[in-house]
């Protein structure tokens, strides 16, 4: 496995981060102890790093790995919504008591867009430096699906970590093309700042050029890690090897073929809008009453599922 030291944090971390959303509810719905079981295969494949968030509900995953693993082998970054000092606190201290650590090694603001997204949130930003202080966070950041939150990042020397998408298409980027985010991101790493990307494989959609895809990451000599959202042992096996430069048996190939990922509509939606609301892709709309996905915009990231009261809109 290759190892990276995230920016000026000393924190040693693989080049593949464990996104563990696709295991959790919003999409594959393993058990705890099913999940708990591919991060210990991850993690006896040289992967230390898993990314989680108060959204994904995989803090019992992680819960039963940490049985398996030691504490200070494995870093975890987490993330939430929290905009004032009491929902910071609720999000860092649930964040704690769910996966039973004394600690959480990278905690960031989610989805932050611009300087004024990270403004109106400082109150929060001002709770985790406390928490920074104190030892129970190591780094802070933040994730972004836009430019303009890299670039927000650089005007706050207190962001040590952005984790932004990246990908061969810039698929997912919100306000701009590929080639601006890789400017930003640049930008943010000369500064000293550590960069774990996201949607590598555009959340499943570029699976049909998944080797171009890993040619571009490995290009890349401006991301520390790469979180990949794995729900299987082959496509931890496949990621592992492709990243190594390890040869890859037909086997798992097909096997990753196989485990292609879609989003499905039931029929029973009732078109209630919520789920278009929560896409900030904008690839979910209303026709004829019922939702709809464009495909060319989706990167089945899953955050509408927790919206829909009829828990009809799944990735399978």
Known sequence: ???????????????????????????????????????????????????????????SHIREALKRISRENIV???????????TAKYSFEKALREMDTDYVDIFMLHEQMNEMTIKGHYEAVEYFLEMKAQGRIKAFGISTHYIEGVNAALKY???????????????GIQDGSREQMEQAIRTFKA??????????????????????????????DYIDSIAFGMQSRAEIDYNVRRICGQPISDEIRTKVKQDEKKLQIAEWCTGCGACVKKCDHKALKLINGRATVDRNRCVLCGYWSSVCPEFCIKVY
Do not use: W
């Not at 975890?76 to 009491?86: F, G, M």
């Not at 020397?157 to 698929?171: D, K, Q, S, Y």
């Not at 774990?196 to 998944?210: Q, R, T």
């Open 1 to 59: 496995m290759i190892y990276n030291v995230l920016g000026n944090t000393n924190i040693k971390v693989s080049k593949i981060c464990l996104g563990s959303l696709t295991m959790g509810p919003l999409q594959r719905n393993l058990s705890a102890f099913e999940g708990a079981s591919l991060i210990e295969y991850a993690f006896d494949l040289g992967i230390n790093f898993i990314d989680t968030a108060e959204l994904y509900e995989t803090y």
């Open 76 to 86: 975890i970054a987490s993330k939430c919504y929290a905009y004032s000092k009491e």
């Open 157 to 171: 020397p207190e962001i040590e970590i952005v984790h932004p998408i990246t990908n061969i298409n810039g698929l």
């Open 191 to 220: 500064r000293g700042g550590g960069v774990f990307g996201m949607k590598p494989l555009g959340g499943g959609n570029l699976l049909s050029s998944i080797d171009q895809c890993f040619d571009y990451i490995m290009t890349q």
